[in-house]
Nanobody
Framework: QVQLVESGGGLVQAGGSLRLSCAFS????????MGWFRQAPGKEREFVAT????????YYVDPVKGRFTVSRDNAKNTVYLQMNSLKPEDTAVYYC?????????????????WGQGTQVTVSS
């Protein structure tokens, strides 16, 4: 059974940086595309970024383009989300998700496995 464990969240001032990690276990990591999603209080979960099985394709939601970078290390079974120039509106619980077949998607419904989430709080 695939398991995903996020880490790296915390409290940071606006303009600061955080790097989230998501450790994958229980399957063949390189067979999965990975996604990052977030959910702010009172809001629906939204897409943040996705990366293909090889890392060759990445996509981002417009508000984070140029500030966030998704990457993966298939040797370490880990996907990362580097977040720079953080803003208070980035405050949310961040989730990583895995999709069989390795094809990227911004649609949360097509992802097969989810982590428990990590809180990111950006103070103004």
């Amino acid at each position: 059974q695939v398991q995903l464990v996020e880490s790296g969240g915390g409290l940071v001032q606006a303009g600061g940086s955080l790097r989230l990690s998501c450790a994958f276990s229980g399957g063949t990591f390189s067979s999965y595309a990975m996604g990052w999603f977030r959910q702010a209080p009172g809001k629906e979960r939204e897409f943040v970024a996705t990366i293909s099985w090889s890392g060759g394709e990445t996509y981002y939601v417009d508000p984070v383009k140029g500030r966030f970078t998704v990457s993966r290390d298939n040797a370490k079974n880990t996907v990362y989300l580097q977040m720079n120039s953080l803003k208070p509106e980035d405050t949310a619980v961040y989730y990583c998700a895995a999709r069989r077949g390795g094809i990227t998607s911004s649609n949360s419904a097509v992802y097969d496995y989810w982590g428990q989430g990590t809180q990111v709080t950006v103070s103004s």
